[in-house]
T-cell receptor
Framework: GENVEQHPSTLSVQEGDSAVIKCTYSDSASNYFPWYKQELGKGPQLIIDIRSNVGEKKDQRIAVTLNKTAKHFSLHITETQPEDSAVYFCAASKGGSSNTGKLIFGQGTTLQVKP | DAGITQSPRYKITETGRQVTLMCHQTWSHSYMFWYRQDLGHGLRLIYYSAAADITDKGEVPDGYVVSRSKTENFPLTLESATRSQTSVYFC??????????????FGSGTRLTVV
């Protein structure tokens, strides 16, 4: 079945530095790649997503890049702030006629931003 | 209130008891999902539903039962709770458009402890 690998599992950065989280997926039919942020005691929240017809998408300090050939995608957070500290999940799904609506999640990355 | 709500937020139950976790969404999303979140395992899919009266197993369905008689509700029942089912349970919903997937919206979770 489809698999999504996420690295690193933990990441610690100084406030103001950049953070990068990487994911690889196994199913070449995957075409939708969302990222979620989960704060302590809360459910995951969608922060950005990208589809396979684009290579990069930005939203303020957050960007996602996609390399379909290598089957990997990354989350980039610039100018990190303490409130960026959370667990981040990547996910992948495939659409098309066999679409089940399911997302396959990575294992999560705990990001700590030190003041 | 609009959104996706889970109840109860916290539950302690005894081994062998039946317990039902509730999930209600107000958007009339077609798809609904149940995940469990355990340290070291990320988010694992238990069951999902593409529409009322249509359900299917996910990655870890054993010991769980679901139903979906109405679009807005997707209860998860543990028929005979075991300590290994101690976890945080998240419900989510989404509305694919045509063959394209969109991100999930998650509930706030139910923390279940089986003693």
């Amino acid at each position: 079945g489809e698999n999504v690998e996420q690295h690193p599992s933990t990441l610690s950065v100084q406030e103001g530095d950049s953070a990068v989280i990487k994911c690889t997926y196994s199913d070449s039919a995957s075409n939708y790649f969302p990222w979620y942020k989960q704060e302590l005691g809360k459910g995951p929240q969608l922060i950005i997503d990208i589809r396979s017809n684009v290579g990069e998408k930005k939203d303020q300090r957050i960007a996602v890049t996609l390399n379909k050939t290598a089957k990997h995608f990354s989350l980039h957070i610039t100018e990190t702030q303490p409130e960026d500290s959370a667990v981040y999940f990547c996910a992948a799904s495939k659409g098309g006629s066999s679409n089940t609506g399911k997302l396959i999640f990575g294992q999560g990355t705990t990001l700590q931003v030190k003041p | 209130d609009a959104g996706i709500t889970q109840s109860p937020r916290y539950k302690i139950t005894e081994t062998g008891r039946q317990v039902t976790l509730m999930c209600h969404q107000t958007w009339s999303h077609s798809y609904m999902f149940w995940y469990r979140q355990d340290l070291g395992h990320g988010l694992r899919l238990i069951y999902y539903s593409a529409a009322a009266d249509i359900t299917d197993k996910g990655e870890v369905p054993d010991g769980y039962v679901v139903s979906r008689s109405k679009t807005e509700n997707f209860p998860l029942t543990l028929e005979s709770a075991t300590r290994s089912q101690t976890s945080v349970y998240f419900c989510a919903s989404s509305e694919p458009r045509g063959h394209s997937n969109y991100g999930y919206t998650f509930g706030s979770g139910t923390r279940l402890t089986v003693v």
